[in-house]
């Protein structure tokens, strides 16, 4: 099949779609790592008590606390790569079954006909997402094992108070580098369920897109969570 008969097995709308969830994706993600209009974020708020994390750390004779949260931090990582490797398997599966699948969709009563074409590349649009998802969380789970070390390389509490803010300073960079990677792999959880719409309606592929930018958003920058680190820090300052 030549490209341009390829091309024709998708509607306007569908390209339409396609466009606008690269764009809300990788323009979110960039928006949400840059910042916006010096807007304080979940992400800015998390490094923030990473860094009060690793100068308390520096503080403590015993340790086993800390070694706990980032055994925590590890496991919760590994539960979600193992569950990426699942669904990549899964969906490799409905590849093998892909006939089936387009006739269950093909009887909902919102659902257009769609050419097996058409439906391979959703699929593998779907597959690459939790491919991508799985490459984050594994990067993650590298770093926390990273992190883990930092934190068993913590100096002694008799060393220079210059020394000891450096070291803080570098655990909580590991630390948040770990969580940012782990945030990414939880971004593409949330698009690839906006592709699931995409199967059934190029407009519910927009709205899903929509509707998942929009509750990231919220998250990020005017959660309940967000406004409480706020106002402890606010109260801190007075």
Not at 83 to 97: E, V
Not at 206 to 222: C, K, M, P
């Amino acid at each position: 099949m030549d490209f341009l008969a390829f091309f024709k097995q998708f509607f306007w709308a569908d390209w339409l779609g396609l466009v606008w969830f690269l764009i809300c994706w990788f323009g979110y993600e960039r928006l949400v790592e840059k910042g916006w209009k010096g807007h304080s974020t979940l992400l800015v708020e998390g490094h923030r008590l990473r860094v009060q994390w690793a100068q308390q750390m520096l503080t403590r004779e015993n340790r086993i606390v800390d070694c706990a949260l980032v055994s925590n931090l590890v496991s919760s990582v590994n539960f979600y790569a193992n569950t990426s490797i699942y669904i990549i398997a899964g969906l490799f599966a409905t590849l093998g079954a892909l006939d089936r699948f387009i006739d269950t969709a093909a009887e909902l009563q919102f659902s257009r006909s769609i050419s097996r074409e058409a439906m391979e590349l959703k699929l593998i649009l779907l597959i690459t997402i939790f491919v991508v998802a799985y490459f984050k969380f594994t990067w993650a789970l590298r770093q926390f094992n990273v992190l883990s070390i930092t934190t068993g390389a913590v100096p002694p509490r008799e060393s220079a108070p210059e020394v000891l803010e450096r070291f803080a300073q570098k655990h909580a960079a590991v630390n948040t580098c770990a969580g940012d990677d782990f945030n990414r792999g939880l971004r593409a959880y949330y698009f690839g369920l906006a592709v699931l719409g995409w199967m059934l309606s190029p407009w519910l592929f927009i709205i899903a897109t929509t509707v998942v930018v929009y509750v990231q958003a919220r998250r990020e920058f005017d959660s309940l969570v967000l406004r409480a680190l706020r106002e402890v820090d606010e109260i801190k300052a007075e």
